[in-house]
């Protein structure tokens, strides 16, 4: 919630200062927000400041929301310019739409945009609505076997060199050893997790280790961590919390290491003793990205002659021949697929699109683009027709859907 935002709309409000504009925009805040905690404290607060001979009891807050949400009179759109400064340029981001009916809000900001843009009220043409991805992925065990896991049963799978796997739950696939003899203790088979566009999944690793996979990825790894190192090999997305390896009661400084594979055939290498951090190496992506939200780690590319060491909220950005470390990134937004959320800040369409077609498994072409850039949070547990009309709704751009292909119009 922006409050500075907020706490200048409603003292213009309660001063009878506001513009036509400023009370559509308050009155689509009030809309959304009005069972927000955040927001009754903050209503309270300006109350206070405004009227502190009067206290805001239960009927003069009801009555304060129903006169802004009247105010707005009926069957108007709203239209909210909002002005952001970014570096050297000043960004007018427009129709900011706001709709906890389909899970979440969006509006562009674009470098050349106009300060007021006319958002859409038509719904994008679509065929047949498309649902959103769900747990879905396929195991590969050491011998070949693949196992639908969406389809499979809950409890043990199977059980490979004294290591039984089992599905807990949706979404959730575990490795637990079943005995640890002799003969097994130097046994050690390979498994790959791989999920579709469309789908994601969620392993707990023998070592007690828990990884995110988002769609389109697959995640190498042996039924048990034998010696002084444990290694996994990661295509496409994942998100890892990493534990420390124990042993006997006490702790064990064996490295996790991640080799990451992009398409381009570039590979890099991620070390860690316990921490959370996000890789993404997607085909459609030119960069390998490294994201550390909790703890340390290092980071190396092939052939590239330094390592470098994170630290909380940096991002190693991998590209050919040279890297790039970024401070204070946004985090949330980086693993919010992990959360159930797109979160898009400053994405232009190409890179949106570029995530709806993984999630929903779909093509999308173009007829035409936009160089505005997009800003916003929707749940990722809508239909496509959900997370396409809020962008239109921007009025920046406008979609055909055929089939399980989007066109960009």
């Not at 199977?158 to 050893?177: E, F, N, P």
Request: hydrophobic share 40%.
């Amino acid at each position: 919630m922006q409050t500075d935002r907020l706490r200048y709309l409603l003292l213009r409000y309660l001063r009878h200062e506001c513009t036509g504009s400023e009370t559509e925009e308050l009155a689509l805040w009030v809309d959304t927000i009005q069972n927000d905690e955040e927001w009754h404290s903050l209503l309270q607060e300006i109350w206070t400041d405004f009227e502190s001979s009067e206290e805001l009891d239960a009927r003069r807050s009801e009555k304060l929301i129903e006169g802004i949400l009247a105010s707005r009179g009926p069957g108007r759109q709203a239209e909210s310019p909002i002005m952001r400064q970014a570096g050297k340029w000043w960004a007018i981001a427009a129709a900011v739409v706001v709709l906890i009916s389909v899970g979440g809000y969006i509006y562009y900001q674009g470098i050349h945009a106009p300060a007021h843009l006319a958002a859409a009220t038509d719904s994008p043409a679509i065929e047949h609505d498309l649902p959103p991805g769900g747990n879905r992925a396929v195991l590969t065990l050491g011998n070949g076997q693949k196992i639908i896991l969406d389809s499979a049963r809950t409890g043990a799978l199977a059980s490979q060199a004294g290591v039984q796997v089992i599905k807990l739950d949706s979404g959730r696939l575990a490795y637990r050893a079943a005995t640890d003899s002799p003969a097994q203790r130097d046994t050690v088979e390979f498994n790959t997790l791989a999920t579709p566009r469309g789908g994601q999944y969620q392993v707990i690793l023998p070592d007690g280790s828990r990884v995110w996979l988002n769609a389109a990825s697959s995640l190498r790894f042996p039924t048990a961590f034998r010696g002084t190192e444990r290694r996994v090999t990661l295509h496409g997305e994942g998100y890892f919390e990493v534990s420390p390896a124990t042993g006997g009661g006490r702790q064990l400084l064996h490295p996790f290491t991640v080799t990451v594979v992009a398409p381009s055939g570039r590979t890099a290498e991620v070390k860690v003793l316990g921490t959370h951090f996000n890789i993404n190496a997607y085909e459609d992506v030119p960069v390998i990205k490294a994201t550390l939200l909790e703890g340390s780690i290092r980071v190396q590319a092939q052939g590239q002659p330094h390592a470098y060491t994170l630290r909380s909220g940096e991002q190693a950005v991998l590209g050919s021949g040279s890297t790039q470390i970024n401070t204070g990134v946004n985090t949330e937004e980086v693993v919010a697929w992990k959360n159930g959320l797109f979160d898009f800040e400053g994405n232009d369409i190409a890179s949106v699109m570029k995530q709806v077609s993984r999630w929903y498994d779909v093509d999308v072409k173009y007829q035409k683009t936009t160089s505005q850039h997009f800003v916003g949070i929707i749940s990722r547990s809508v239909n496509i027709s959900g997370v396409l009309h809020l962008l239109e709704m921007t009025g920046a751009v406008h979609f055909k859907v055929t089939g399980n292909t989007i066109t960009v119009l």
